[in-house]
């Protein structure tokens, strides 16, 4: 077997699986840090000094690569892995009670991983393409041209439209389910595996996710009840 | 009556019927009148196919042997459930009194692509045997062993090891995990060869060649969610399945060709 | 009395100690070249027959391996529970191959061949070196070294164990041994498919006619060899703590075909099993006999208190120290509860017969740990935690942490299969069939008296005489597979290298295929009223009733009767369903006892014959004034080997027993 073995070898798709996932979750960290700067009452300033460091420093530039790579990876494997896995069982079962022997969310990461990608294109049409491939964005107050908005005051626009919320918060639901299986099972297909550091790993795990989930969705209510000025 | 709870129950079960491989399947319903709380549910199958033969029908196959939970042959979905509603107990180690009067009870074969349905309950599971047979041993001969007291094991890792070495082979992991995966099964071995000093030896080549094999059969892939663990009639741990990631990753890496 | 003409038992001349190395020095080679033309076909995929598949393919040898399962794995000495003996003496308490041979040849009340059983003895340590060394995960000590435990009938610490699943383990041990073969191509496994007959071409075995369970295609298959390691036939009592699909079906049809049955009414009686809980049971569970270390056995002391306890109106619990008859301690006050297995069995079915069973069957005894929960082990916890005067409730207390530390799946077992927490009120046994010291008749090489057919593990009859000792079949199996076979058969294939492949054209494969197949179809045409385990159970009540745990020539006489109605009434009004070519369950029963039922007559008849009390076998005419066995060693100190001779007519062939190197006493436990 050779290394594309590896690459081919359900546990090797695990292992890719695993590592983009994690890695997703460090850009989540990142990506929360920035944001939360929204929460200076500043009018933003401090948020879009941030915003601007991120958009130019050619190491985050060289990252944001890697990161599409990340995810794309992360969803053709699923992808993969989804379609795989309903070949190995033809014919279904009539009845099924997997509430006895698993969590839901645990059998529903491909569900869940789907509403997130949905989310996903929404939220990069909202931000992302936006700042990256128009003018409309600019890098603070003090710069702007005709027509240009600071990344803060687009996001304060955008999340004007109470659906626009609603679909954001839905996300980050989806998000924490999925982080509450992903993270403590990325370290499993790890093979790290601990009767005394699993425990802390699961804990940790869990409260990342809710954490950080909680955050991002606070982001959005915030700005729209106008608790972020 | 020896037993002791010894009531009378009345239930209904739904059974997949299917004549072999090639053929469709379907359910085919069956009232239980009387059915002693003191009977094994493999008896309630014998009660069921004694009236189905002097009725003149065929009766239902299911894989059975030991009927004391080690040989690893019963293997009934029972109820949504492979061996059925309670945990850590083969189907031959189920009992009636788990039932209560006036249900409805759906058995259903192992569904997997790599165990065809032989008839009926019966399902073919020579995938496993397959499995074992591209690595799951220690490549010793007869008479080529030195006194036994020469290797010493520390008895926590002999009991690792004995813990994984406790599985039946019955395939309830195949069947609990929604993609049908055998990382439980074939990890318990894996771990337990590469726990003792004796199969340290070749456990590089064993996990590649029992994986690659594992993959060949067609069985899914892990997503951790734990239900063969939780289903699994001997309680064989997820730390298997990690133990068995790390060996894989590893001997991959350091595959030499 | 002198051996019958047609026995001849090869044993190596010598001093007994010496016999099996200068046999294994001398003994015919076959050279590599040869062995790959030369073609094994081995049935029965258990310790017997996956050590020896394993062994055989690793010396070259062509080999094909039969099992009824879908998969080897589950032979069924998988179930095997307490342990596997060997005279390594890592105890350093005075083990030695001496006596594990003497042992072996007592507990076998001396009706035992010695040569085999020194053979036996010699090869035990290799056993366990050979098990170990293929990752088998026996029991140790904290400094890494591997643990024993004792066993009954010996002073020696020398049975080694993996928990309560020894069996399990070595039979997955001997099983990827054979994977490995099987995934190197020098084995060819054939599962789910079963043995229907043997076939013999100018007097040598030379093949079997199989049925492949699944298509129901018959098959034949050519060997030079074939060897039968088809376990044991408890199964004709219907019920017994064996699996659902063991049976004699192999060893039978050899018999048919010239292979003499040796000793077949020799069965051991399990006393610590389960009791039958109703109709519906389909089989017993064995509760391991280390229990008895902590467990009291008694029935009330009055007839009114076993029936009001039978009845459900008392909890044994509230019944008085003073009306309890701890039987077994008043019998035998030596040794108590641990006396052996057929003395403890016996005594059970005495006190229930008297009337004092305690459940509703009548068919019941207490084995009972709240004493010893209490006041051996409750006490010694109460003093390590420095408690001076425990109430009755903190004994209970800590006395069931130990039992539970000790015996935890065993009484998790009884719980599941119950109902009843064994924690809190004594827990019901009964003997049940467990093992068969019978078997075919093999020779010092394991061949039968067909040139060509061996049989080994619990098919044959070799080296428990009348009573097997605890952990010695699994011994057995394994020194026949891995260390006696490899170089007998070595003695029989090295004269036929010249022997090529007999086509399976011949006319004795089509004959017998032919006969097969014509005796299915008239297992589906008599399309009769009742099916085939309506007939299984009436001969297992006629067995057990008769030819179980006591014996008498009256009620064989009318066992011998009795089973040939059954077997007129099973040809004439079983119903089998469906058809020959497709997977059929019933089918496959049909055939096993229809043999089980010919078997059942000819152990009545073997029961009948033997006018002593031996081991297993208890005839009522023949006991001391105390009820203990007597054995006749002047008229009796033989192997009895049938000849089929034809429906219902077996013909005596006697092998003497010889013991220059034991001398003969009488067992006494009291
Ligand atoms: C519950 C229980 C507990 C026991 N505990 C102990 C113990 O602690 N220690 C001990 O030493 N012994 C113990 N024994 C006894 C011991 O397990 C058996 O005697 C021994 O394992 C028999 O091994 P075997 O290889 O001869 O046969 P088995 O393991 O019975 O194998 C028989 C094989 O033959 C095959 N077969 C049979 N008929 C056919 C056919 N017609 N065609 C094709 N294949 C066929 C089967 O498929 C199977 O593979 C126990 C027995 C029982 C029942
Ligand atoms: C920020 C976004 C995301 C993060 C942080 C994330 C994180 C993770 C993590 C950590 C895992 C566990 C990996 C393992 O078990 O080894 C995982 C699994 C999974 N993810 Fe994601 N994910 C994200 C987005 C997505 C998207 C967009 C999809 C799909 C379209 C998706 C589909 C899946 C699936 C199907 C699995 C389970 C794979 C399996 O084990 O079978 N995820 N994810
Ligand atoms: S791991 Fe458990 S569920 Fe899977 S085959 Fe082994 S015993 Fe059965
Ligand atoms: S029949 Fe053997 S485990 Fe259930």
Same mark, same amino acid.
């Given at each position: 077997?050779?290394?594309?073995?590896?690459?081919?070898?359900?546990?090797?798709?695990?292992?890719?699986?695993?590592?983009?996932?994690?890695?997703?979750?460090?850009?989540?960290?990142?990506?929360?840090?920035?944001?939360?700067?929204?929460?200076?009452?500043?009018?933003?300033?401090?948020?879009?000094?941030?915003?601007?460091?991120?958009?130019?420093?050619?190491?985050?530039?060289?990252?944001?690569?890697?990161?599409?790579?990340?995810?794309?990876?992360?969803?053709?494997?699923?992808?993969?892995?989804?379609?795989?896995?309903?070949?190995?069982?033809?014919?279904?079962?009539?009845?099924?009670?997997?509430?006895?022997?698993?969590?839901?969310?645990?059998?529903?990461?491909?569900?869940?991983?789907?509403?997130?990608?949905?989310?996903?294109?929404?939220?990069?049409?909202?931000?992302?393409?936006?700042?990256?491939?128009?003018?409309?964005?600019?890098?603070?107050?003090?710069?702007? !041209?005709?027509?240009?908005?600071?990344?803060?005051?687009?996001?304060?626009?955008?999340?004007?439209?109470?659906?626009?919320? !609603?679909?954001?918060?839905?996300?980050?639901?989806? !998000?924490?389910?999925?982080?509450?299986?992903?993270?403590?099972?990325?370290?499993?297909?790890?093979?790290?595996?601990?009767?005394?550091?699993?425990?802390?790993?699961?804990?940790?795990?869990?409260?990342?996710?809710?954490?950080?989930?909680? !955050?991002?969705?606070?982001?959005?209510?915030?700005?729209?009840?106008?608790?972020?000025? | 009556?020896?037993?002791?709870?010894?009531?009378?129950?009345?239930?209904?079960?739904?059974?997949?019927?299917?004549?072999?491989?090639?053929?469709?399947?379907?359910?085919?319903?069956?009232?239980?009148?009387?059915?002693?709380?003191?009977?094994?549910?493999?008896?309630?199958?014998?009660?069921?196919?004694?009236?189905?033969?002097?009725?003149?029908?065929?009766?239902?196959?299911?894989?059975?042997?030991?009927?004391?939970?080690?040989?690893?042959?019963?293997?009934?979905?029972?109820?949504?459930?492979?061996?059925?509603?309670?945990?850590?107990?083969?189907?031959?180690?189920?009992?009636?009194?788990?039932?209560?009067?006036?249900?409805?009870?759906?058995?259903?074969?192992?569904?997997?692509?790599?165990?065809? $349905?032989?008839?009926?309950?019966?399902?073919?599971?020579?995938?496993?045997?397959?499995?074992?047979?591209?690595?799951?041993?220690?490549?010793?001969?007869?008479?080529? +062993?030195?006194?036994?007291?020469?290797?010493?094991?520390?008895?926590?890792?002999?009991?690792?090891?004995?813990?994984?070495?406790?599985?039946?082979?019955?395939?309830?992991?195949? +069947?609990?995990?929604?993609?049908?995966?055998?990382?439980?099964? $074939?990890?318990?071995?894996?771990?337990?060869? +590469?726990?003792?000093?004796?199969?340290?030896?070749?456990?590089?080549?064993?996990?590649?060649?029992?994986?690659?094999?594992?993959?060949?059969?067609?069985?899914?892939?892990?997503?951790?969610?734990? +239900?063969?663990?939780?289903?699994?009639?001997?309680?064989?741990?997820?730390?298997?399945?990690?133990?068995?990631?790390?060996?894989?990753?590893?001997?991959?890496?350091?595959?030499?060709? | 009395?002198?051996?019958?003409?047609?026995?001849?038992?090869?044993?190596?001349?010598?001093?007994?100690?010496?016999?099996?190395?200068?046999?294994?020095?001398?003994? #015919?080679?076959?050279?590599?070249?040869?062995?790959?033309?030369?073609?094994?076909?081995?049935?029965?995929?258990?310790?017997?027959?996956?050590?020896?598949?394993?062994?055989?393919?690793?010396?070259?040898?062509?080999?094909?391996?039969?099992?009824?399962?879908?998969?080897?794995?589950?032979?069924?000495?998988?179930?095997?529970?307490?342990?596997? @003996?060997?005279?390594?003496?890592?105890?350093?308490?005075?083990?030695?191959?001496?006596?594990?041979?003497?042992?072996?040849?007592?507990?076998?009340?001396?009706?035992?061949?010695?040569?085999?059983? #020194?053979?036996?003895?010699?090869?035990?340590?290799?056993? *366990?070196?050979?098990?170990?060394?293929?990752?088998?995960?026996?029991?140790?000590?904290?400094?890494?070294?591997?643990?024993?435990?004792?066993?009954?009938?010996?002073?020696?610490?020398?049975?080694?164990?993996?928990?309560?699943?020894?069996?399990?383990?070595?039979?997955?041990?001997?099983?990827?041994?054979?994977?490995?073969?099987?995934?190197?191509?020098?084995?060819?496994?054939?599962?789910? #498919?079963?043995?229907?007959?043997?076939?013999?071409?100018?007097?040598?075995?030379?093949?079997?006619?199989?049925?492949?369970?699944?298509?129901?295609?018959?098959?034949?298959?050519?060997?030079?060899? /074939?060897?039968?390691?088809?376990?044991?036939?408890? @199964?004709?009592?219907?019920?017994?703590?064996?699996?659902?699909?063991?049976?004699?079906?192999?060893?039978?049809?050899?018999?048919?075909?010239?292979?003499?049955?040796? @000793?077949?009414?020799?069965?051991?009686?399990?006393?610590?099993?389960?009791?039958?809980?109703?109709?519906?049971?389909?089989?017993?569970?064995?509760?391991?006999?280390?229990?008895?270390?902590?467990?009291?056995?008694? /029935?009330?002391?009055?007839?009114?208190?076993?029936?009001?306890?039978?009845?459900?109106?008392?909890?044994?619990?509230?019944?008085?120290?003073?009306?309890?008859?701890?039987?077994?301690?008043?019998?035998?006050?030596?040794?108590?509860?641990? /006396?052996?297995?057929?003395?403890?069995?016996?005594?059970?079915?005495?006190?229930?017969?008297?009337?004092?069973?305690?459940?509703?069957?009548?068919?019941?005894?207490?084995?009972?740990?709240?004493?010893?929960?209490? %006041?051996?082990?409750?006490?010694?916890?109460?003093?390590?935690?420095? *408690?001076?005067?425990?109430?009755?409730?903190?004994?209970?207390?800590?006395?069931?942490?130990?039992?539970?530390?000790?015996?935890?799946?065993?009484?998790?077992?009884?719980?599941?299969?119950?109902?009843?927490?064994?924690?809190? @009120?004594?827990?019901?046994?009964?003997?049940? /069939?467990?093992?068969?010291?019978?078997?075919?008749?093999?020779?010092?090489?394991?061949?039968?008296?067909?040139?060509?057919?061996?049989?080994?593990?619990?098919?044959?009859?070799?080296?428990?005489?009348?009573?097997?000792?605890?952990?010695?079949?699994?011994?057995?199996?394994?020194?026949?597979? &891995?260390?006696?076979?490899? &170089?007998?058969?070595?003695?029989?294939?090295?004269?036929? *290298?010249?022997?090529?492949?007999?086509?399976?054209?011949?006319?004795?494969?089509?004959?017998?295929?032919?006969?097969?197949?014509?005796?299915?179809?008239?297992?589906?045409?008599?399309?009769?009223?009742?099916?085939?385990?309506?007939? #299984?159970?009436?001969?297992?009540?006629?067995?057990?009733?008769?030819?179980?745990?006591?014996?008498?020539?009256?009620?064989?006489?009318?066992?011998?009767?009795?089973?040939?109605?059954?077997?007129?009434?099973?040809?004439?009004?079983?119903?089998?369903?469906?058809?020959?070519?497709?997977?059929?369950?019933?089918?496959?029963?049909?055939?096993?006892?229809?043999?089980?039922?010919?078997?059942?007559?000819?152990?009545?008849?073997?029961?009948?014959?033997?006018?002593?009390?031996?081991?297993?076998?208890?005839?009522?005419?023949?006991?001391?004034?105390?009820?203990?066995?007597?054995?006749?060693?002047?008229?009796?100190?033989?192997?009895?080997?049938?000849?089929?001779?034809?429906?219902?007519?077996?013909?005596?062939?006697?092998?003497?027993?010889?013991?220059?190197?034991?001398?003969?006493?009488?067992?006494? %436990?009291?």
């Amino acid at each position: 077997m050779s290394n594309a073995g590896f690459l081919k070898s359900s546990i090797g798709k695990k292992v890719i699986m695993g590592a983009t996932g994690l890695f997703l979750i460090t850009f989540l960290m990142v990506h929360c840090f920035i944001n939360m700067l929204i929460f200076f009452q500043d009018g933003g300033e401090t948020f879009n000094k941030g915003a601007e460091f991120m958009g130019t420093n050619w190491l985050i530039r060289a990252m944001e690569i890697v990161l599409f790579v990340g995810i794309i990876l992360h969803i053709v494997q699923a992808l993969v892995l989804t379609l795989e896995n309903r070949k190995a069982r033809p014919v279904p079962y009539e009845k099924i009670n997997g509430a006895a022997n698993s969590s839901w969310y645990s059998r529903s990461m491909g569900l869940l991983g789907t509403l997130i990608l949905m989310f996903l294109i929404i939220h990069l049409k909202h931000f992302w393409v936006v700042s990256r491939f128009t003018d409309h964005i600019a890098h603070n107050e003090y710069e702007k !041209l005709p027509g240009q908005e600071t990344l803060f005051k687009e996001m304060m626009e955008v999340f004007e439209n109470p659906m626009v919320v !609603l679909v954001y918060v839905l996300a980050m639901i989806s !998000l924490t389910y999925h982080l509450l299986h992903g993270f403590q099972s990325a370290f499993q297909t790890f093979g790290l595996n601990h009767r005394k550091y699993t425990p802390i790993i699961k804990k940790t795990g869990i409260a990342f996710s809710i954490i950080i989930c909680t !955050l991002f969705a606070s982001m959005p209510i915030a700005m729209h009840f106008g608790f972020v000025k | 009556m020896g037993g002791t709870t010894g009531k009378n129950i009345n239930v209904t079960v739904k059974v997949w019927r299917q004549r072999n491989k090639n053929e469709k399947g379907s359910f085919e319903t069956h009232d239980m009148k009387g059915v002693s709380t003191d009977m094994s549910f493999l008896e309630m199958f014998d009660v069921l196919n004694e009236r189905l033969i002097t009725e003149g029908k065929d009766p239902v196959a299911f894989d059975h042997d030991c009927r004391e939970g080690i040989c690893g042959m019963c293997s009934m979905y029972i109820n949504g459930r492979p061996h059925g509603p309670k945990n850590a107990v083969t189907t031959c180690q189920l009992h009636m009194r788990s039932f209560n009067d006036g249900d409805t009870i759906v058995v259903e074969p192992w569904r997997s692509a790599a165990f065809p $349905v032989v008839k009926d309950l019966v399902v073919d599971r020579a995938a496993f045997d397959r499995v074992i047979a591209a690595g799951g041993f220690v490549s010793v001969n007869t008479g080529n +062993a030195k006194d036994a007291n020469n290797i010493l094991i520390p008895k926590p890792e002999a009991d690792e090891a004995f813990n994984a070495a406790a599985c039946i082979g019955c395939g309830a992991c195949v +069947a609990a995990c929604k993609n049908g995966s055998a990382m439980l099964f $074939v990890s318990a071995k894996v771990s337990q060869l +590469a726990l003792l000093p004796q199969g340290k030896i070749e456990a590089e080549k064993r996990v590649l060649d029992m994986v690659h094999q594992m993959d060949v059969e067609g069985f899914g892939n892990c997503t951790n969610t734990g +239900a063969c663990e939780a289903e699994c009639p001997k309680s064989i741990s997820l730390e298997n399945i990690a133990r068995m990631n790390r060996e894989y990753v590893f001997a991959s890496a350091n595959e030499k060709k | 009395m002198a051996s019958s003409k047609k026995l001849n038992s090869n044993i190596p001349e010598g001093q007994l100690e010496l016999k099996w190395t200068t046999y294994r020095s001398t003994v #015919h080679l076959v050279n590599p070249a040869n062995k790959r033309s030369l073609e094994v076909l081995i049935i029965g995929s258990g310790l017997a027959g996956a050590s020896a598949a394993a062994t055989l393919a690793e010396m070259g040898y062509k080999v094909k391996v039969f099992c009824f399962q879908d998969s080897p794995r589950r032979a069924h000495s998988i179930a095997a529970q307490g342990g596997v @003996n060997a005279a390594k003496n890592y105890q350093n308490d005075g083990d030695s191959v001496y006596r594990l041979f003497y042992d072996t040849i007592k507990g076998g009340d001396y009706r035992a061949r010695e040569a085999n059983v #020194h053979r036996l003895a010699e090869v035990s340590g290799n056993i *366990i070196d050979q098990c170990v060394a293929q990752g088998v995960p026996f029991a140790r000590e904290y400094g890494g070294l591997l643990s024993n435990r004792s066993f009954g009938g010996t002073q020696v610490q020398r049975t080694f164990y993996a928990a309560g699943q020894t069996g399990q383990q070595l039979l997955l041990g001997a099983y990827s041994a054979l994977q490995r073969q099987v995934g190197m191509g020098a084995v060819k496994l054939l599962a789910r #498919h079963e043995m229907l007959d043997i076939v013999n071409i100018d007097g040598k075995c030379r093949g079997i006619i199989a049925r492949d369970l699944v298509s129901g295609k018959l098959e034949r298959h050519f060997g030079h060899a /074939v060897l039968l390691c088809t376990g044991g036939y408890g @199964n004709v009592f219907f019920l017994s703590t064996n699996a659902m699909g063991s049976n004699v079906t192999a060893a039978w049809k050899a018999h048919k075909k010239g292979a003499f049955f040796g @000793n077949p009414c020799y069965t051991q009686i399990h006393p610590t099993c389960i009791p039958v809980s109703g109709d519906h049971q389909s089989k017993l569970t064995l509760m391991s006999e280390s229990l008895r270390n902590d467990g009291r056995i008694w /029935v009330p002391k009055s007839k009114e208190h076993a029936q009001a306890i039978a009845s459900g109106k008392m909890n044994p619990n509230d019944l008085k120290e003073d009306d309890r008859d701890y039987y077994l301690e008043r019998r035998y006050p030596a040794f108590g509860n641990l /006396v052996p297995r057929d003395v403890a069995s016996r005594a059970a079915k005495e006190r229930c017969d008297a009337g004092f069973g305690v459940n509703a069957t009548g068919q019941a005894v207490y084995l009972d740990f709240a004493f010893n929960m209490k %006041y051996k082990y409750g006490k010694t916890e109460a003093t390590k935690k420095g *408690i001076e005067n425990p109430t009755e409730e903190q004994l209970t207390e800590f006395g069931q942490a130990v039992i539970k530390e000790k015996y935890g799946n065993l009484f998790d077992m009884y719980a599941q299969i119950t109902g009843v927490d064994p924690y809190k @009120n004594p827990m019901m046994i009964y003997p049940a /069939v467990h093992y068969t010291m019978g078997g075919l008749w093999v020779d010092y090489h394991l061949m039968t008296t067909v040139p060509g057919l061996y049989a080994l593990g619990e098919a044959n009859f070799s080296d428990h005489g009348a009573n097997r000792l605890g952990a010695s079949a699994l011994m057995q199996g394994l020194a026949d597979g &891995y260390f006696v076979i490899p &170089y007998t058969i070595g003695e029989y294939l090295s004269e036929e *290298i010249r022997t090529k492949a007999i086509p399976t054209d011949n006319e004795a494969f089509v004959k017998a295929e032919q006969d097969v197949n014509d005796r299915l179809n008239k297992f589906l045409n008599i399309k009769g009223t009742k099916s085939v385990d309506h007939f #299984h159970k009436r001969l297992g009540h006629v067995m057990w009733d008769k030819c179980g745990m006591a014996r008498n020539a009256e009620g064989l006489k009318w066992a011998i009767e009795e089973i040939k109605k059954i077997r007129s009434e099973f040809w004439s009004d079983v119903r089998v369903p469906g058809t020959a070519n497709e997977f059929n369950p019933e089918l496959e029963k049909a055939g096993r006892v229809a043999d089980f039922i010919e078997l059942g007559e000819l152990m009545c008849m073997d029961a009948l014959h033997r006018n002593e009390s031996c081991g297993g076998h208890f005839r009522e005419e023949y006991q001391t004034e105390e009820g203990e066995a007597k054995r006749d060693d002047d008229k009796f100190a033989y192997v009895a080997a049938w000849e089929y001779k034809g429906e219902s007519n077996f013909e005596l062939h006697k092998e003497e027993l010889k013991f220059d190197n034991i001398k003969i006493a009488q067992r006494s %436990y009291k």
